[in-house]
């Protein structure tokens, strides 16, 4: 799609060279080549021509953007018009024609708004001049040069054809309305409804319009005004619309930041109700936006071949049903610039999440003082607590949002490793400080995500019990004997929720050693503080889901924590200290 695109602006712009230099050998070739260049494109990939009507390539300039939207709604017009395609270039070539002979004019009183007399007049004389250009040239199209003698009135039949005349010089109006800045800029649907009410003194005259002015004013409500198009939202956000429900209440869209588009987003629904104003021909990135729309198409796919596949793909489903949205990635960016103002500010567009942070607030003061100042809020939890506390929370509400049979004591399960893992490091003031709470809860969704373990999760029947000669995984714990689908969700969640590299690497690390551990004949590799408290949340966790209330000796944990015993207290009274501070519930509760 791209390099499709990016080749119908390279002919757009060539076919500008051919009209700013008054070239009139090869004038119809190159017309020729830009309009079958675009019928492919445009047939193949129809979400571009919202792109190029409703917004501006930065690449290219204004004359190259002129011609391209201008031959891309005279397109639009004779589609919805049913008017067949071989036809309907010769209309879109007509049309261009008329715009090639009032260039110079026109140009001018871009420059100078005093030239605006001169434009008026070439438009008067346009028709004529046009029909003169098509036979000294000469045009090869005879449907586009008898389109021409009609418009000037020399043609015996000039009376025929009227509505076929109509479009050639409709289009031209509304792109001159749409997007020259005569008179400011507005969407085509606007221009439409706007040359339909009251006929301009920019315009070319339009013989016929009242005769067909209500087949032309179902026009606006069919023409892709709203698709393709960069609004603003009442929260000050920008989007990109890629197309209407049916009902038009419901949009499907990215959201961004206030200020720019963010590659990092993914497509989601967007209540037009949400929709405080459409920003017609703003200046964008195409590639950045046409990426966007890849990026969807293959998610798109993705989703396809999961309900296809439901057996082999049904986890895909789960992680998205867990994965960060927009919101988070806004904030997330704000953290991580470690500017509290800014945070602050981009807060306020979203209260659920400021009320989250005032939450936590209140309750870790040391006098369990009501925080309502999200200013205070930030500056209370400090630069190292702020992301994962963000982070963990907003995972939390993704994570029991989640209804589904059995899904209430998953969701126990889940908070009971990531507590564990949370008091290791409570309790010995090692390893990294609040991120345990937060890498615990993305191991067990990720694992949750999987049908098997989440079916095994979901029951209340004791689990695989702890031995003293080897370390399960919380994989082999569920009854799951591979770890790749795990690791690779894992990971995939950690990305999503834009967690730091250093603590995707403790993931990463973690998935190491399960990997050796596999082999028996491998001897344990030294492994980090960090990933041993994931292996001994997991043995804790296996002992408090069964209901153990002394824990048993492991020859292989005890070996791993040999280097480590200035850091780490006696397990069995860290196993009883972390059990005064959870609430068990055994498969007898």
């Known amino acids: 799609m791209l390099s499709s695109y990016n080749q119908l602006c390279e002919l757009a712009s060539s076919c500008h060279k051919v009209f700013v230099k008054r070239t009139e050998l090869g004038f119809e070739e190159q017309l020729d080549e830009l309009l079958k260049k675009m019928d492919v494109v445009l047939t193949t990939h129809p979400q571009l021509t919202g792109l190029i009507l409703n917004t501006s390539n930065k690449d290219m300039h204004f004359i190259a953007l002129f011609i391209l939207k201008h031959a891309c709604f005279c397109r639009s017009l004779c589609i919805n018009s049913k008017v067949v395609t071989e036809h309907g270039n010769s209309i879109i070539k007509a049309s261009l024609l008329l715009l090639y002979v009032v260039l110079p004019e026109f140009i001018a009183a871009k420059k100078d708004h005093k030239q605006l007399s001169k434009f008026k007049k070439a438009l008067l004389h346009c028709p004529q001049a046009s029909f003169q250009l098509a036979k000294r040239i000469p045009l090869a199209d005879n449907n586009s040069l008898k389109l021409l003698s009609q418009l000037s009135n020399v043609n015996t039949y000039s ?77 000050q956000n920008l989007a990109y619309i ?68 439901p057996k082999a793909t049904e986890s895909h489903v789960g992680i998205y049903r867990y994965s960060a949205n927009h919101s988070w990635k806004v904030i997330s960016q704000s953290v991580l610039r470690d500017n509290n103002k800014v945070l602050g500010k981009v807060l306020l567009n979203y209260p659920d999440q400021s009320q989250l942070l005032l939450n936590f607030a209140t309750i870790h003061n040391r006098k369990q003082l009501q925080v309502t100042d999200v200013s205070h809020a930030i500056a209370m939890l400090g630069k190292v607590q702020l992301f994962p506390t963000l982070c963990n929370d907003n995972i939390k509400v993704k994570q029991h949002s989640v209804k589904q049979m059995g899904s209430d004591v998953v969701n126990y399960k889940i908070d009971l490793f990531s507590h564990i893992l949370s008091q290791l490091h409570h309790q010995t003031l090692n390893g990294l400080p609040k991120y345990h709470e937060l890498i615990g809860r993305i191991l067990m969704i990720a694992l949750m995500t999987i049908p098997k373990v989440a079916y095994a999760a979901s029951t209340p029947a004791c689990l695989v019990k702890a031995n003293e000669n080897d370390v399960k995984s919380l994989a082999e714990i569920f009854g799951l004997n591979t770890f790749d689908n795990w690791k690779k969700i894992s990971l995939i969640l950690s990305k999503s929720w834009l967690l730091p590299e250093a603590y995707i690497q403790v993931i990463e690390q973690y998935f190491n050693f399960l990997e050796i551990n596999k082999d028996k004949a491998n001897e344990h590799k030294n492994i980090n503080i960090n990933t041993l408290f994931i292996i001994i949340a997991t043995y804790f966790f296996q002992h408090f889901i069964n209901g153990e209330n002394k824990l048993h000796p492991n020859k292989t944990i005890k070996n791993l924590m040999s280097e480590f015993k200035s850091k780490v207290p006696n397990l069995e009274n860290l196993y009883l200290t972390i059990g005064q501070t959870t609430t068990i519930f055994t498969p007898l509760s």
């Open 242 to 309: 890629l197309s209407q429900s049916p009902d038009k209440q419901i949009c499907s869209g990215f959201e961004f930041g206030q200020t720019s588009i963010d590659e990092n987003v993914e497509c989601s629904e967007i209540d037009t109700n949400n929709v405080r104003s459409v920003l017609p021909h703003q200046t964008l990135d195409h590639n950045k936006i046409i990426r966007l729309i890849l990026n969807q198409q293959a998610l798109e796919q993705t989703n396809a071949k999961s309900k296809a596949k």
């Open 159 to 235: 009376k025929a054809n009227s509505k076929i005349q109509l479009l050639a010089v409709t289009a031209l109006n509304c792109s001159i309305t749409a997007f020259s800045g005569l008179k400011g800029k507005v969407t085509y649907n606007s221009a439409l409804s706007r040359l339909l009410a009251i006929q301009d003194d920019l315009h070319l005259i339009q013989p016929n319009l009242q005769t067909y002015k209500t087949e032309f004013s179902l026009l606006c409500k069919s023409s892709v005004d709203f698709n393709g198009a960069l609004v603003r939202l009442k929260n």
